[in-house]
């Protein structure tokens, strides 16, 4: 008993896929983005903290690539259980606080982290029509934001009250709780199919160069992916390093860029709907993102509290709002029988982007400041922005 992308379900069923989805996606988030917001009170330098992420992205890599496969074996939900498993796991190994040990929970979260989306884009792509999909899928998305305010906002709080270690267990109990939501949920999204024969590594590489639309974005996508995780992880450390924040300020400027994330995936996947133009959304998306992270890196601190906090929504907005516009774009793209292996096959060079960002980072860090790595992903932001207008110019067929 399987997802299939060809199974038809009434409208009614969208609404419980679409929260169960929205909420693995949020749980992925809050494991993520804890070890950076708790990086100041369990003394948390850049260099474990970015080899966290990396160990993250070099497991999620594999795992959205040949992850097609087992979700059409498994199905979206057992796979959502799964995933909530391996974050419970992580976070056992991240409250032990060494640099190894945050290491081996990066990568077991890892395994989390590459087969959520697609899964997602395989059980709501067969549950919504044509002309919602990216208003739905950019509401899934907003399931990043929704953990991420909540750690911005609460594990702060939990660390220095309690200590960090009960930040990882809170974050575990509620994938936890969420294992058991999506086990009562699997058997009404459980179909009987005959399974698509599996694809060889030629193939799934070619559902990406065959068409030149799906190629840029996947190119515009690594950019984008480090400027978010890049926003995500050590923005606290910029702001209380380098823009004058107390760890504090520092959490709540975090939480506003959440906040216009999530703001952002709501709003862009409504106003792609609208005028029809996701790839026009994206383009303006990369544009605002470039210039949100050029001003903070180059002259943040003269911008005052006010002028921090504003362009930390903006830069949220842009950073953390593109996701939802974009999955829906490979969908609409991808044959419609293989959106799972499109979907993973086009988030591994996302991933790429996840996973050198934070070697990025530290090194820039290092050699200079993380205002310049800041600036620097801003260059490389306007790159992938012209490669999705020069992108969008083949209008030819697949």
Not at 104 to 126: D, H, I, K, Y
Not at 136 to 145: E, H, K, L, M
Not at 351 to 368: I, M
């Amino acid at each position: 008993m399987v997802d299939a992308n060809t199974a038809v379900r009434p409208a009614p069923a969208l609404l419980p896929a679409l929260g169960a989805t929205t909420s693995l996606q949020a749980l992925v988030a809050l494991a993520l983005f804890a070890p950076g917001v708790v990086a100041p009170r369990a003394h948390i330098e850049v260099w474990p903290l970015s080899m966290f992420s990396c160990a993250v992205f070099a497991v999620g890599i594999p795992a959205s690539f040949w992850g097609g496969g087992f979700i059409a074996r498994l199905g979206s939900m057992r796979i959502a259980s799964l995933c909530a498993a391996a974050i419970i796991a992580s976070m056992a190994l991240a409250s032990l606080g060494s640099t190894a040990a945050l290491l081996a929970a990066g990568l077991c979260l890892g395994l989390a982290f590459g087969p959520e989306t697609p899964a997602s884009a395989v059980l709501l792509a067969r549950l919504v029509t044509a002309e919602r999909r990216a208003f739905v899928f950019s509401v899934r998305q907003t399931g990043n934001q929704i953990g991420a305010v909540c750690v911005s906002l609460v594990l702060p709080a939990i660390a220095i009250s309690l200590g960090p270690a009960w930040c990882y267990a809170a974050v575990g109990a509620c994938a936890l709780l969420a294992i058991a939501w999506f086990e009562r949920l699997r058997p009404a999204y459980a179909v009987k199919v005959v399974p698509l024969p599996e694809l060889s590594l030629r193939t799934r590489l070619a559902l990406v160069t065959a068409d030149r639309r799906i190629a840029m974005l996947a190119l515009a996508s690594m950019p984008f992916s480090a400027m978010q995780v890049s926003l995500n992880t050590v923005f606290v450390p910029l702001g209380t390093r380098e823009l004058g924040l107390s760890h504090v300020e520092a959490g709540m400027a975090l939480a506003c860029a959440q906040a216009g994330g999530l703001i952002g995936r709501l709003g862009w996947g409504f106003v792609a709907t609208r005028l029809n133009a996701s790839r026009g959304v994206l383009v303006v998306i990369g544009l605002g993102m470039t210039f949100c992270a050029a001003l903070l890196g180059l002259d943040g601190v003269s911008l005052g509290r006010t002028g921090q906090f504003a362009i930390a929504t903006l830069f949220g907005l842009t950073a953390s709002g593109w996701n939802g516009v974009f999955v829906a774009e490979i969908a609409r793209l991808a044959p419609q029988d293989r959106i799972g292996e499109t979907t993973g096959a086009v988030l591994t060079a996302s991933y790429a982007g996840l996973l050198a960002a934070p070697a990025l980072v530290s090194f820039l860090d290092s050699a200079a400041s993380l205002g310049a790595a800041f600036f620097a992903l801003a260059c490389l932001a306007l790159c992938g922005t012209l490669a999705l207008v020069w992108g969008g110019h083949d209008k030819g067929k697949k």
